[in-house]
């Protein structure tokens, strides 16, 4: 999947000028590839923290971002956002570039990814509340009853595995989810009336004033242990899921609607889950293949579902 995802995303760059037209399967397999690559997300953050502190963590991989789209923004010469278009960016900066990676690697310094995962699966709701506070969506009762299915199985996995009691690591993630939720909606309704991977270029260098200096105060005072471990996770979240992951997932949500596109993430932690196993050796207890069946069921009704 991610030779897959390499393979397209930088197609899709070069051919996007123009604000997306994509419908039906292609911007569902948009959607899809954005998935994967935050699936990643946890697992690359936690090999990160092998060599870096949180906050040199966060800060440097939104440099490193912003490196990247302003270096795609210049070469294909796209003019700066109208002025109309800047709170949402600011929003989108605040929620998806600064917010969720900071409070997610917040909580990885206790919680496992697989633990950590699994709240974060509650996102595909939260995003549909945002949608239709924001935006004015109304899906159907199907869909919600699937959704709200879909977030009571992984709300029940959360509890059952922290025991019934909720730690500081949860109460960053929930805020983690609020955050994140705010930058996917605004995000999506952006990505209406330009390229999805221009909205999340434009968030990334709009938060470079702030980012730069926050990477080289961090470093003065966080301890750097550069490992292969480390070096990788850094540049995956950085490469991987703080842009490409969101190019292709806001051109899917243009494409598809951000309520269907929220709910292909109720998939995400599945794939987390196993990305634990196989990249951090984590162990996972029977619960989990319970709740990926759920899910699954949960996914294959939203997608059918009238929104």
């Not at 998935?35 to 502190?53: H, K, N, Q, R």
Request: net charge positive.
């Amino acid at each position: 999947m991610r030779a897959q995802s390499s393979a397209t995303i930088p197609t899709t760059i070069a051919v996007d000028s123009s604000p997306t037209r994509t419908t039906g399967p292609t911007g569902t397999l948009l959607a899809a590839l954005g998935v994967v690559a935050f699936s990643l997300t946890f697992p690359a953050t936690a090999w990160g923290l092998e060599g870096f502190g949180p906050w040199s963590l966060v800060a440097v991989r939104s440099v490193l971002a912003a490196v990247i789209a302003g270096v795609c923004l210049l070469a294909l010469r796209i003019p700066v956002p109208a002025r109309r278009h800047r709170a949402g960016l600011a929003v989108v900066a605040a929620g998806v570039v600064v917010g969720f990676p900071l409070l997610t690697t917040l909580a990885l310094q206790s919680s496992t990814t697989a633990h950590a995962a699994v709240v974060v699966g509650l996102l595909p709701l939260t995003t549909a509340l945002f949608s239709a506070l924001r935006i004015g969506t109304r899906p159907s009762r199907t869909f919600w009853a699937a959704a709200g299915a879909g977030a009571a199985a992984v709300a029940a996995f959360t509890v059952q595995q922290s025991g019934g009691a909720l730690t500081t690591s949860d109460l960053y993630l929930f805020a983690a989810l609020l955050v994140c939720a705010a930058g996917y909606t605004e995000g999506g309704r952006l990505a209406r009336v330009m390229p999805g991977w221009q909205v999340i270029g434009w968030a990334l260098v709009l938060c470079l004033p702030l980012t730069v200096p926050a990477a080289a105060l961090a470093l003065s005072y966080e301890p750097v242990h550069l490992t292969g471990h480390s070096v990788a996770g850094l540049l995956w979240v950085a490469a991987g899921s703080q842009f490409l992951g969101l190019v292709v997932w806001y051109r899917g949500m243009a494409a598809i609607g951000i309520p269907r596109a929220s709910q292909l993430q109720l998939a995400q932690p599945l794939l987390t889950l196993v990305w634990s196993v196989l990249l951090l050796g984590e162990h996972l207890t029977v619960a989990a293949p319970l709740t990926a069946a759920a899910v699954l069921v949960c996914i294959a009704v939203t997608q059918r579902a009238r929104s």
